[in-house]
């Protein structure tokens, strides 16, 4: 019953989507706070309760209160018909869930890192994102694999690689990845509803971090549209791309860059799948200088595609050379200083952003 | 013997690996090389396994399976296992998938369908015994060998055929393929190219039965899924994880293994620790039967048996076929390994010859009857053809089409309402 007037209200709603801030109403002064893993917690309650078809599936999300607690509370509140403890067996149950999705339910599957779903990669590839196109629409997928991706801290090769790339080339599927409580919020409610194949990449060390959130986020029919990204702070000199964790990297580095005179623009980009092409070359037609960061290798990764696309629409309004930085091309070391130097620290975006902006030295003069 | 699954109603011929331990047999066929300890002794393990199906602690259920049989078994006439019209409808079934596939081949070697084409012939028998006693709302997930699958099933010759010549009217719009048929009219789930991957997949539709009736309330909904899978497909691990989730949750499934003994060019005991597939059922919980594959009435009287249990809620089903295909792997494979005197035993077996002489020892039909079908499916298939051959390949657009249920693939447009609720989506809606 709530889930119908819910509904109701998600119709009327979507049609004032905008990124959070809204001038229109005045609430109380204190910003409230939220950590990620609240949002994602909060999302999937309240999605589960508005439809009756969203199933949660995957390794210890019931009993256990989820790996990483995100399905806190979930198992008491819908009985374990929808929250499913697995076996250890990927391919097994990303496979059920694709044919559970077939049929109309709308499964969340949650892989306990997302290392784990190269054991499923043939049903979220070959069943779930290709299914509507081989059938010609007769069988669409609305399902949403969802957990943390890319490197935590010490957890070693096999448990740090970012999978933003490899998803993302594959068409027929949606790739997501939120950075703040508002992002994830608001995007694991647009990829539960979204009726077609939806990865959704978190980051375990992003899930205690606590972010403010306006009433709009915390209302229950809140929803962020795929395939836009946000810019996080706006500026002119350089553009600086990047998402999930690199996100907060990129604010400090601004930071950091604008005692030194340049002003920073920094996009979140939220959806990796479609990637907001427009967004990106606005930005960098405006300030002339680009730097894409992100965690994953840097072959192939999400960093080559963004400078391929603003070589091919804005070259002409590029004032110095494209630059990615990405982790470094290894599997992940243990070894906490080694760690530190395979993935992007914020001294790497702020030189990077310096060489765009063709300054070694810091000078005083602005723009 | 007690259980209904006993040798006596099965032929004798019917465990390949028999041929070569026993002296007895009358077949000179001898096509497994190994001569190890453990095959030698298959013939007292399988008589024993069959008695001893309800005796495993595991598979505690396995009971109400023989008991329920026997009492049917009781009832019914000795000697006819159909009526009339059920013996037509399988023999028109079963003639029209072997018609179809000839033609396919013929189709083939005139460059009219292109790609990889794997061939059913031969097994029919599998197909139409399990097929012909689903409902509509029923789920059937298959491999790449699936037109038959899909015949059975429902979908119209003309949409197969059509699919097959990569035309628009085809049943995927010509964007499968052989190896990918999927109809949402006849819940026929795909057509899968990767072996194992349907498994899950027809698990996934089980489950779903199964939480439709218990969280959404649909209170009737007693949907069954059969899933077919080959004996190569027995050593991947999807199928084993998936034993495990079915028996688990006691999804209604039944798992239909078409044991045809070859994996393109690998022997299926060249391949596999232990050869007998139905075993592997008892050890996850659920009963294992072997039946043999070439006889359809045998098939639906086991297959009845095995949905009804899921239907009833009991559970899943693991169902051994002994079957064998006519032609090569697909019409690219030259069918070298396999020994011409296995194909004659096998092709001596023909599921349509054994089921006309059944037809008509018993009186049930006559030659001209039979015969009338076999041309009325002639036109049909002719029929299919020609609509094929006439029908437009697909259009440039449609291209793009179909990538995403919400073709734009932005989740919300420009007027804040997502393109999937736009009522004329499907209409050329792709960009470049």
Redesign the interface.
Known sequence: MLGVVRKKML?QS????RPAVSVLRSYSSSAKHMTVRDALNSALDEEMSAD??V?LMGEEVGEYQGAYKISKGLLEKYGP??VLD??I?E???????????????KPVVEFMTFNFSMQAI??II??AAK????????????IVFRGPNGAAAGVGAQHSQCYAAWYASC??L?VLTPYSSEDARGLLK?AIR???PVVFLENELLYGESFSVSDEVLDSSFCL????AKIERVGRDVTITAFSKMVGHALKAAEILEKDGIDAEVINLRSIR?LDRSTINASVRKTNRLITAEEGFPQHGVGAEICASVVEESFAYLDAPVERIAGADVPMPYAANLERLAVPQVEDIVRAAKRACYRSVPLAAAA | MSTAFSAANFSTQSFPLNHTSTTTHDSPLVFAKPTSQFLRSTPKLRLSSFSKLNLSRRSGTVVAVSDVVKQKKSKSTPTLLITKEEGLELYEDMVLGRAFEDMCAQMYYRGKMFGFVHLYNGQEAVSTGFIKLLKQQDSVVSTYRDHVHALSKGVPARAVMSELFGKTTGCCRGQGGSMHMFSREHNLLGGFAFIGEGIPIATGAAFTSKYKREVLKEADCDHVTLAFFGDGTCNNGQFFECLNMASLWKLPIVFVVENNLWAIGMSHLRATSDPQIYKKGPAFGMPGIHVDGMDVLKVREVAKEAIGRARRGEGPTLVECETYRFRGHSLADPDELRDPAEKAHYAARDPITALKKYLTENNLASESELKAIDKKIDEVVEDAVEFADESPVPPRSQLLENVFADPKGFGIGSDGRYRCEDPKFTQGTAHV
């Open positions: 119709g979507l049609l004032k989507i009756q078809k199933f018909e929808r697995t076996p067996t391919a097994g149950f990303a496979g059920i869930a694709v044919g559970a999705a077939y049929h109309g339910l043939d049903h070959n069943s299914s509507n196109y081989m059938s010609a629409g007769q069988m669409s997928v609305p068409p027929g949606k647009a979204d009726p077609d549209p795929i395939g836009k479609p």
